[in-house]
C-alpha cells in the first residue's frame, strides 16, 4: 500500500513539474542570450597534415599511444559550409569552435601560415554571412609539438610569450568579425590530465603505474597551471591595449566545473568538499578574480605552489571579462587523510586531500540528469566570486543512439536550471551544447557520442545525421514550448525518422 502510495506521488510530481514549474521557452531568457553549440579543431577539423599544419601534442600523444587519432575526424576542415547550413537549420545563434595553433603558426613561433588563416577566414565568414555568432577558443589541448620539444610548453613560463604572439595573430586577423575569445579552454582539466594523471595531452606526470615518459606530478600541475593565468592574462591585456576599442569583444577563461556534494554526512566530508571547491574551481577563479591562490592552496601545496608577483596578480585579476564554463555532472567527495609515515609524492588530489567520484551509474556512459549540479555551480559562482558574466561553454552527455531521448530530457533540465539560476541572478549570458556533432573525444575516442548529429565515421564522406535531440533544440530555438510529458516526446518521436 504504502509502495502504491509512493509511486502515485511520484506521477503526480512528474504531472506537476510537466505542467508548472518546468515549463518555460527560450523568450523566457534575457534578451541577447546566446544558444549554440560546440566542437573544437582537433576533436572537428581533420586534415591533420594539411595545407602546412604540422603536429600538436594532442596528435603526438594519440599516435605515440596508439589511442585512435582525429586525422580525418569530421573532416569539418572540407566540410565546414555544410556544417554551418546544419547550424541555420537547427537554429543556431552562435557556434563555438577553436582555432588550431599549430595550422595557423605551425611551429608555435615565427613565420604564420597563409593556408591556416584562409581556413578560418571562411569559416567565420561562411558563419557571419548566415547569422551566427562565432564563439572562438584560442587553447583546447593542442600547443605546437615543437614547443613542447623545444622547451617543454607549459611547464615553462616562455609559453607565456609564444601564447601572447599567437593571440596577437587570431585577435588581428580574425577580430574584426568574432566578439567572443576563450583564451584557455577548461584549464583545469587540462592541467590535472595532462601533467597530474598524464592521461590527456601532452600526456606528462610522474605517478607510479602510469607510463608518462616526462614530468613531474608534484610540482608541474601547478606550475602550469600558474603559466596559463599568466598567459591569459598576457593575452587579454594586449587585447585590451590593442584591439578593444577598435573590435569590441570580449575575452574568457574556461573551466570545468562538477557539482560538488560530500558523500556523507559528517563533517570531514564536508570540509573535503569545500577543500575540493578551492582546488578545483578557487584555484584559477581565485587569482582571475582576487588575485591570489585560496588560501587552502597555499597552506597545503606551500613552496610547489608559485608565487605571484605584486604586478602579475594586479595583472591577473580582472583579466577576464567573463568565466566560461563547462559542466555535466555530479561528483561526491569523501575526506582522505594519508599516512605521513607512508613515504609518497605528493600530488593533486593528495594535497586536496579528497576522493572526487563521478555520481552516477557506471554501467551506462549517459550522464545523470541532475541540474541541480548547474545551478549549484552557478549559484556558487555568483556567491563567492562577485557574480562575474558566465558563458555555459559545454554541457551535455555521451549517448549514441538516434533517439536519444535521454538527452533531450538531459538538456531541457540542465536550460531549465540555467535560466533558474539566471532568476537567482546569476548573471549567466549563454549556453552551448556539447557537441554540435560527434567528435573524435578526449576520452572515448569515436565511442561516445555526445552530437546533436552523429557523425558515421566509417562512411569517408563521415555523413552526419540528426539525432531526435537535434530536432528538440530547434524547435526550442525556434520558440515552441518544449513539453517534456510523455505526450511531448511521443509526439517528438513520432515526427522524426532519423534519415531527415
Ligand atoms: C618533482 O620535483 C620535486 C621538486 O623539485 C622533487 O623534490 C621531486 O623529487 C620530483 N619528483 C620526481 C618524481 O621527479
Ligand atoms: C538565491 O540567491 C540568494 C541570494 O544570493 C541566495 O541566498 C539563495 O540561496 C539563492 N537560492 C538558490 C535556490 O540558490
Ligand atoms: C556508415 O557508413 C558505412 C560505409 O559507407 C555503411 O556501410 C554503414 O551502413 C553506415 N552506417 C550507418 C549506421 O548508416
Known amino acids: 500500500m504504502e509502495q502504491i502510495f509512493a509511486l502515485f506521488t511520484i506521477f503526480l510530481a512528474f ?206 600541475t601547478y606550475t602550469v597551471g600558474h603559466n596559463l593565468l599568466l598567459a591569459h592574462a598576457s593575452a587579454s591585456r594586449l587585447y585590451k591595449e590593442k584591439y578593444k576599442d577598435k573590435q569590441g569583444g570580449s575575452i574568457g577563461f574556461g573551466l570545468y566545473l562538477m557539482g560538488f556534494t560530500p558523500s556523507t554526512s559528517s563533517k570531514d566530508d564536508a570540509i573535503a568538499t569545500q577543500r575540493a571547491k578551492d582546488f578545483y574551481f578557487g584555484w584559477f577563479l581565485g587569482p582571475l578574480i582576487y588575485g591570489d591562490y585560496p588560501d587552502t592552496m597555499k597552506r597545503t601545496v606551500g613552496s610547489r605552489l608559485p608565487v605571484f608577483l605584486e604586478e602579475e596578480s594586479e595583472r591577473v585579476k580582472g583579466s577576464s571579462d567573463f568565466i566560461g564554463i563547462n559542466q555535466y555532472f555530479a561528483a561526491s567527495v569523501t575526506n582522505i587523510k594519508f599516512k605521513p609515515s607512508l613515504p609518497r609524492n605528493p600530488d593533486f588530489y593528495s594535497d586536496m586531500g579528497a576522493y572526487v567520484t563521478y555520481l552516477g551509474n557506471f554501467s551506462v556512459i549517459e550522464y545523470a540528469v541532475a541540474p541541480w549540479t548547474m545551478e549549484a555551480v552557478l549559484e556558487y559562482i555568483k556567491q563567492s566570486y562577485n557574480n562575474p558574466p558566465v558563458y555555459i561553454l559545454e554541457n551535455g552527455t555521451p549517448m549514441t543512439q538516434q533517439k536519444d531521448t535521454h538527452r533531450v530530457e538531459y538538456m531541457h533540465a540542465y536550460i531549465g536550471g540555467v535560466l533558474k539560476s539566471i532568476r537567482n541572478g546569476s548573471d549567466t549570458r549563454g549556453y552551448f551544447v556539447w557537441s554540435f556533432m560527434d567528435l573524435f573525444e578526449l576520452i572515448g575516442r569515436y565511442d561516445y557520442g555526445y552530437g546533436l548529429y552523429s557523425v558515421n565515421f566509417s562512411d569517408p564522406r563521415r555523413k552526419r545525421s540528426p539525432r531526435l535531440s537535434a530536432h528538440w533544440y530547434s524547435d526550442f530555438l525556434k520558440g515552441k514550448t518544449p513539453f517534456l510529458d510523455s505526450q511531448g516526446i511521443k509526439e517528438l518521436q513520432s515526427n522524426f525518422s532519423p534519415s531527415s
Open 15 to 220: 504531472a506537476f513539474s510537466g505542467r508548472c514549474s518546468d515549463v518555460f521557452s527560450r523568450s523566457d531568457f534575457p534578451d541577447g542570450f546566446l544558444f549554440g553549440a560546440g566542437t573544437s579543431a582537433y576533436q572537428w577539423e581533420g586534415a591533420a597534415a594539411e595545407d602546412g599544419r604540422k603536429p600538436s601534442v594532442w596528435d603526438t600523444l594519440c599516435h605515440s599511444r596508439n589511442i585512435g587519432n582525429g586525422d580525418i575526424a569530421c573532416d569539418g576542415y572540407h566540410k565546414y559550409k555544410e556544417d554551418v547550413k546544419m547550424m541555420v537549420d537547427t537554429g543556431l545563434d552562435a557556434f563555438r569552435f577553436s582555432i588550431s595553433w599549430s595550422r595557423i603558426i605551425p611551429n608555435g613561433r615565427g613565420s604564420v601560415n597563409q593556408k591556416g588563416l584562409q581556413f578560418y577566414k571562411n569559416l567565420i565568414q561562411e558563419l557571419i554571412s548566415h547569422g551566427i555568432e562565432p564563439h572562438v577558443t584560442l587553447y583546447h589541448y593542442d600547443h605546437p609539438q615543437h614547443l613542447e620539444d623545444e622547451y617543454g610548453g607549459w611547464v615553462n613560463n616562455m609559453m607565456i610569450k609564444d601564447f601572447t604572439a599567437y593571440a596577437d595573430v587570431c585577435f588581428r586577423e580574425f577580430g574584426n568579425y568574432v566578439k567572443f575569445w576563450t583564451t584557455i579552454n577548461e584549464a583545469n582539466v587540462f592541467t590535472i590530465g595532462g601533467y597530474n594523471d598524464g592521461d590527456t595531452p601532452p600526456g606528462r606526470c610522474s605517478l607510479p603505474g602510469k607510463n608518462c615518459l616526462l614530468g613531474n606530478s608534484s610540482t608541474e
